[in-house]
């Protein structure tokens, strides 16, 4: 008896059918997938997500497994749109415990630098850890990394999914001088550092070797495009929801409100309610990255409030902005324009995080019952 047929109405062959929705699925996760630390919320090692057969009891590998880790960060940051960095040994593109199909997706993600591939025999979760060194981004795990550099998010086993514990021992350090400058791959066509990154966007963190950067993925000394301004991706939230991302880059101040005067600002009126709207000011805060740091200066009739925190489960301070005043904003502070609406940093989780219901799910059409299915090559 087809256990999809069961489920559905469409009468089709199950296997057609699971195919499909694997193909639809696996499209949904493409587009979560980044090696830009701007658009990350976290670094995973793809084997171990991919390998993660106590989630459903199924094959041995199975790539949709990557979607439930894309669900389970957006559920720690309230953000539908965040993407995640994965990071695999080359002879992952080969394994056979996944399907000709899956290794057919692996090699286009990676010809596309969707997901960074490091030389065989490489230790991926070195790799991990340098980067998340690097940009300050979270790991998640499923094994325990007690000396980790910064944060980690412990994955485990919740039901139909994943769920992310986020434990702050590290903090992350200043930026290094490697981050910011601009890299190219002398190997044509390098997928990771081929082009230079586009307007507010960035490029992954080089791979030091001996204090050298080279390509994390073809061991090449990169050659030095020029100085790159230090940027944080910021996000504006509203009721612990991701309404929008910014990039906030060295040397540029970034005004946020209503409905700012400066056509570059990031406007928010349209996501506010009746409330949000008579207490946000159509200019309400400056927010300037300068080399490592965030400041936010209160330029609103209604005032700045910043939640301070010290971890991402540290009660938060609460501190009120002197008007036109610069404030250093801490990784895990959050700026509150009006008690509903926050700025804070992309990759750290909003203070009483609610695990809240994930928005855009990648996994929504993902056939449920496939990871346990035979093979559907
Ligand atoms: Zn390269």
């Not at 005067?261 to 927010?287: C, F, K, Q, Y």
Request: hydrophobic share 35%; charged share 20%; aromatic share 4%.
């Amino acid at each position: 008896m087809c256990a999809y047929r069961r489920a559905g109405p469409c009468g089709c062959r199950h296997d057609v059918h699971v195919r499909f929705e694997t193909h639809r699925a696996l499209d949904a996760i493409e587009r979560r997938l980044t090696a830009d630390p701007l658009a990350a919320g976290a670094v995973v090692d793809l084997a171990e997500a991919a390998r993660s057969a106590d989630l459903d009891g199924g094959r041995p590998a199975a790539l949709l497994r990557l979607g439930l880790f894309v669900d389970g960060l957006s559920r720690q940051l309230g953000d539908g749109g965040i993407g995640l960095y994965a990071v695999a040994e080359r002879g992952l593109l080969s394994d056979t415990d996944f399907t000709s199909n899956e290794r057919m997706v692996l090699r286009r993600w990676s010809d596309d630098g969707l997901i960074e591939i490091v030389p065989p025999g490489s230790q991926v979760m070195g790799r991990v850890r340098e980067i998340t060194g690097l940009t300050g981004l979270p790991a998640i795990s499923r094994t325990p990394l007690p000396t980790h550099p910064g944060p980690v998010y412990a994955a485990s086993a919740s039901s139909g999914g994943v769920a992310l514990k986020l434990s702050t021992t590290g903090q992350s350090s200043r930026p290094h001088a490697a981050t910011g400058r601009t890299w190219r791959c002398p190997t044509p066509g390098c997928a990771s550092f081929g082009q230079p990154p586009g307007p507010g966007a960035g490029q992954p963190p080089p791979a030091l070797l001996g204090g050298v950067p080279v390509c994390p993925r073809h061991g090449e000394r990169l050659q030095d495009q020029g100085p790159r301004p230090w940027t944080v991706a910021m996000a504006v939230r509203i009721d612990g929801q991701v309404c929008t991302h910014f990039a906030a880059p060295t040397g540029r101040r970034v005004m946020v409100g209503r409905a700012p005067d400066d056509p570059t600002g990031v406007t928010i009126g349209s996501w506010l309610d009746e409330e949000g709207t008579r207490r946000v000011s159509r200019n309400h805060v400056l927010i300037e990255a300068r080399d490592g740091i965030v400041l936010a200066t209160d330029v609103s009739t209604n005032g700045v409030i910043v939640r301070g925190r010290t971890s991402a489960t540290a009660q938060p301070r609460r501190v009120t902005l002197s008007r036109d005043q610069p404030y250093v904003v801490g990784e895990w502070d959050e700026i509150e324009l009006h008690p509903e609406v926050t700025i804070g940093r992309t990759d750290r989780p909003p203070s009483g995080s609610r695990g809240q219901a994930v928005q855009n799910s990648v996994m929504a059409d993902a056939p449920t019952i496939a990871m346990r299915l035979p093979r559907v090559d």
